[in-house]
Nanobody, 119 residues
Framework: EVQLVESGGGLVQPGGSLSLSCAASEFVFSTYAMGWVRQAPGKGLHWVSA??????AYEDSVRGRFTIDRDNAKSTLFLHMNSLKAEDTAVYYC??????????????WGQGTQVTVSS
């Protein structure tokens, strides 16, 4: 069965940086679009970023601060987060898309990793 395991979350001060990782297994990682979504306290899931072989996309509030990346040889997805703000506080989930582009919809999620931005 598809497995997505996030790591790298934690507590960081405003303006700081943090990198998340997602180790994927039980599917051919390189052929699927992947992404990140987040859930802030008391709010619903919110799409953050996605990547496929043709490029990357970002939600407006993180564009220029976050960078999505992938290592297909290691079946690992990354989210590098800079200039973090309090409003970035959320549980971050790694997601797999149904197909090779993000128009295909998501079908698997990881268990999530907590990111807290606070002084």
């Amino acid at each position: 069965e598809v497995q997505l395991v996030e790591s790298g979350g934690g507590l960081v001060q405003p303006g700081g940086s943090l990198s998340l990782s997602c180790a994927a297994s039980e599917f051919v990682f390189s052929t699927y679009a992947m992404g990140w979504v987040r859930q802030a306290p008391g709010k619903g899931l919110h799409w953050v970023s996605a990547i496929h072989s043709g490029g990357m996309a970002y939600e407006d509030s993180v564009r220029g601060r976050f960078t999505i990346d992938r290592d297909n040889a290691k079946s690992t997805l990354f989210l590098h987060m800079n200039s973090l703000k309090a409003e970035d506080t959320a549980v971050y989930y790694c997601v797999k898309y149904v197909g090779g582009d993000w128009a295909s919809g998501m079908d698997y999620w990881g268990q999530g990793t907590q990111v807290t931005v606070s002084s």
